[in-house]
């Protein structure tokens, strides 16, 4: 694909302006953190906007020729990675510490593609089909391939797109999705709620002649989030946060200002790392009901979290209970918290389980957190855990985005050091990790390589 090379070469040749350095892609990959375990964290943690609502939006810009303007944006690789495919597509984007305002080019001419380097790299960039599916009547997206967390194909969003009149062929490793005739409303079942085929449809249908429903949808937060910003480009939607959501289909749709929800899952890890070691702190411009599931089972458990408004105030009283979870979706206990709240429980005296329903395959942390002294057994889907006393330092390896929190919660417990290799997964998705944990009393450094 004449395309690939092009991108790629943007991806490479651009430095990745981010809170670690101006450094090329090559060496970042080297970084590591390193952690003196023990200290109780206190004080106040601004929590930032939300990664997983930052990027679908930032993908609606493409449903507008007209300006756009997107504040409490987190400084993420994620949201760097967006920003640079935008900009291959054809829009004009500018990032100033929080806010980035997405222009079109002179041209008014985007491309098509979602070349494998960046699908593999962020497989949020399917949501690029939605829009340009919408606008151009054709996209080409790289098959994303598996990851850290699972096999994690396409074929729910595929499925939507045919029912609303899409064809679709898959050649040498790309999907071919085109709608020579058009598209045109139709009902919509997901077999599974899937966040991202929600929003990708959503991304489509409102600029679909007619009316689309979707059933057995997606009720995260971030779908909310996002229906709110498509409403204030012109669309007609409704039902969102809810299993069926209505979409009338309008001709054409128009720039916005909107302020990103904040991070339901970085103020979770931050939680569980008051409760981890021990400490009290206090976490500012959250929205708690997007935490319910968590904090009701860490209230049960024994944490004192009292709710005030946009701030949560967390204070370990006294040793917690072990609490079993199950992973669903929203509002379910998120599969995201898994990994960190496993780290929890291994400290935890007594035995709990985990069920993850969500993912196949997202259990990455344990062979790393058994190297701290845990002791977890895993049988299909279900993990088991016997608390153990301590936890001792130690080296270990990032897999995934919410593995590598675990990790980090882990060093923050345990006696001595730790290393944390690989942690340019946790850039993906932690805004500023080592300065916020750092100003709650860790003693937490990143090593640039
Ligand atoms: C979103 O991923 C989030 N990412 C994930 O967060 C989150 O874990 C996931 O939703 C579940 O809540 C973003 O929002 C950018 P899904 P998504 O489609 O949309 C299967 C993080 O750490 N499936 O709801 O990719 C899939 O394999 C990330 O921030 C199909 O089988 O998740 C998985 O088992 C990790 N076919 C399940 O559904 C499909 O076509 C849930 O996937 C699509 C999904």
Request: hydrophobic letters at 40%; proline letters at 3%; aromatic letters at 6%.
């Amino acid at each position: 694909m004449k395309f690939c090379g092009l991108f790629i070469r943007v991806l490479r040749d651009s430095n990745f302006e981010c809170d670690r350095s101006k450094k090329g892609l090559s060496n970042y990959k080297m970084d590591k953190i390193v952690i003196r375990g023990g200290n109780k964290l206190s004080g106040e943690v601004v929590i930032s906007g939300s990664k997983n609502s930052a990027l679908p939006i930032l993908f609606a810009t493409l449903l507008t020729d007209e300006p756009a303007k997107i504040n409490n944006v987190p400084s993420l690789d994620d949201i760097n990675t967006t920003l640079l495919f935008l900009n291959f597509i054809g829009k004009k984007t500018v990032k100033k510490k929080n806010t980035v305002e997405v222009y079109s080019s002179e041209s008014r001419l985007y491309k098509y593609i979602a070349p494998y380097d960046l699908v593999r790299k962020m497989r949020a960039s399917i949501l690029i089909m939605g829009p340009l599916l919408a606008r151009l009547k054709k996209v080409y997206v790289s098959l994303p391939g598996g990851c850290a967390i699972g096999a994690r194909p396409i074929d729910i969003h595929l499925e939507a797109f045919e029912k609303l009149g899409a064809e679709i062929s898959v050649e040498s490793g790309y999907v071919r999705t085109f709608a020579k005739g058009g598209l045109k409303g139709t009902t919509i079942n997901l077999r599974f709620p899937s966040v991202g085929a929600t929003e990708n449809v959503l991304l489509t249908a409102v600029l679909v002649e007619g009316k689309t429903i979707i059933t057995n949808a997606a009720c995260e937060p971030e779908i909310e989030d996002l229906a709110i910003v498509l409403n204030k480009m012109g669309a007609k939607v409704t039902g969102a946060g809810t299993k069926n959501i209505v979409i009338e289909g309008v001709r054409e749709l128009h720039g916005f200002e909107h302020n990103i929800i904040p991070d339901r899952i970085e103020a979770a890890t931050y939680i569980i790392a008051a409760a981890i070691t021990k400490g009290e702190i206090v976490l500012k411009e959250v929205i708690p009901q997007h935490l319910k599931s968590i904090n009701d089972k860490l209230k049960k458990s024994g944490l004192y979290i009292k709710e005030l408004g946009n701030k949560i105030y967390v204070k370990w009283i006294k040793d917690l209970e072990p609490q079993n979870i199950k992973t669903g979706v929203y509002p379910e206990f998120p599969t995201d918290v898994q990994a960190q709240w496993m780290t929890l429980m291994c400290l935890i005296k007594g035995e709990s389980s985990i069920k993850e329903n969500v993912f196949e395959n997202r259990f990455l942390h344990v062979a790393e957190l058994r190297r701290f002294g845990a002791d977890i057994s895993v049988n299909g889907r279900v993990v088991n855990i016997k608390g153990v006393e301590k936890f001792s330092g130690a080296s270990v390896i990032v897999s995934d985005l919410r593995a590598g929190a675990a990790l980090i919660l882990a060093g923050l417990a345990a006696r001595g050091t730790t290393t944390v290799s690989r942690v340019y997964h946790l850039d993906r998705g932690y805004d500023m990790l080592e300065k916020k944990l750092k100003e709650l009393g860790a003693d937490i450094r990143r090593v640039f390589s």
